[in-house]
């Protein structure tokens, strides 16, 4: 089974930079979709970014777009969510899983499981 670890959290103001990564262990991940999803207090989780395996085709919810930027690097075995222009709605916890890309539809987790995620913070 494989375990992915978030870090990179943080307390920013708002205009900000974060970047997080998301570094998997016990299997490689360059076959699978990557992606990130937040959840914010009283809300449900929802999907901010994904990334397919090879790191060609990206995705991003339509609150990110233009801000966050989604990558990958399968030799290192870990995905980054570069965040800038940091907004206060953006304030969640963060967390990665894979995912499944299909055309026209929302990427959603591949798995049910999820680790620890990682806070972000956005000060105004």
């Known amino acids: 089974q494989v375990q992915l670890v978030e870090s990179g959290g943080g307390l920013v103001q708002a205009g900000g930079s974060l970047r997080l990564s998301c570094a998997a262990s016990g299997r490689s991940i360059s076959t699978y979709s990557m992606g990130w999803f937040r959840q914010a207090p009283g809300k449900e989780r929802e999907f901010v970014a994904a990334i397919n395996g090879g790191g060609e085709t990206t995705y991003y919810a339509d609150s990110v777009k233009g801000r966050f930027t989604i990558s990958r690097d399968n030799a290192k075995n870990t995905a980054y969510l570069q965040m800038n222009s940091l907004k206060p709605e953006d304030t969640a916890r963060y967390y990665c899983?894979?995912?499944?890309?299909?055309?026209?539809?929302?990427?959603?987790?591949?798995?049910?499981?999820w680790g620890q995620g990682t806070q972000v913070t956005v000060s105004s």
């Open positions: 899983n894979h995912a499944v890309m299909v055309p026209g539809t929302l990427p959603v987790p591949l798995f049910d499981y």
